[in-house]
T-cell receptor
């Protein structure tokens, strides 16, 4: 049972435009959500996170939105740059911090066209 | 601060052998988690350690084991390797349990022939 889902395997965006990556989850006990960027054969790089008590978090060009009623979060990248091209994973942590276990989505490959 | 280091970076083994992978977390971090990434299953949680104690374990067979030392360095071991164990093994470093951000190392790429 996939508790965290990224339904779009890939996304192509023009440089300078907005990239929106989506993630859905099924477990209402998740209390923290993170986005990671990953290149092949490298470890994921942390981008931005959000606690379940918030609905928005912003860091430079990256903004994460959380809609708890819909169990949906999204990552907005504005403006998109060619260097943003990578696989993006959303991850969820559950159970009030008693564990650091992250459950990852399947990833979305973002291609930013110059 | 130096980041998370993992050794070795690449490894080739044959079926039936065993392998030990090492992870050194960020200085001052006391919690380490391990993940396996494969094309078919994505990133899957293996186990996590804090203060030399395993706090949580993923749904992997007993051939997968790990430990953490007093200096927070961690090792994971896979015995009786199978072809399906070929994967990128990632270690994540966390300051304290419940702290939100996990920082990943570069991974160890294991190929089982």
């Amino acid at each position: 049972d996939q508790q965290v889902k990224q339904n779009s395997p890939s996304l192509s965006v023009q440089e300078g435009r907005i990239s929106i990556l989506n993630c859905d989850y099924t477990n209402s006990m998740f209390d923290y959500f993170l986005w990671y960027k990953k290149y092949p054969a490298e470890g994921p790089t942390f981008l931005i996170s959000i606690s379940s008590i918030k609905d928005k978090n912003e860091d430079g060009r990256f903004t994460v939105f959380l809609n708890k009623s819909a169990k949906h979060l999204s990552l907005h990248i504005v403006p998109s740059q060619p260097g943003d091209s990578a696989v993006y994973f959303c991850a969820a942590r559950g159970y009030g911090g008693a564990t650091n276990k992250l459950i990852f989505g399947t990833g979305t490959l973002l291609a930013v066209q110059p | 601060k130096a980041g998370v280091t993992q050794t070795p970076r690449y490894l080739i083994k044959t079926r039936g052998q065993q392998v030990t992978l090492s992870c050194s977390p960020i200085s001052g971090h006391r919690s380490v988690s391990w993940y396996q990434q494969t094309p078919g299953q994505g990133l899957q949680f293996l186990f996590e350690y804090f203060s030399e104690t395993q706090r949580n374990k993923g749904n992997f067979p007993g051939r997968f084991s790990g430990r953490q030392f007093s200096n927070s360095r961690s090792e994971m071991n896979v015995s009786t390797l199978e072809l399906g164990d070929s994967a990128l093994y990632l270690c994540a470093s966390i300051g304290e349990p419940g702290q939100e951000t996990q920082y990943f190392g570069p991974g160890t790429r294991l190929l089982v022939l």
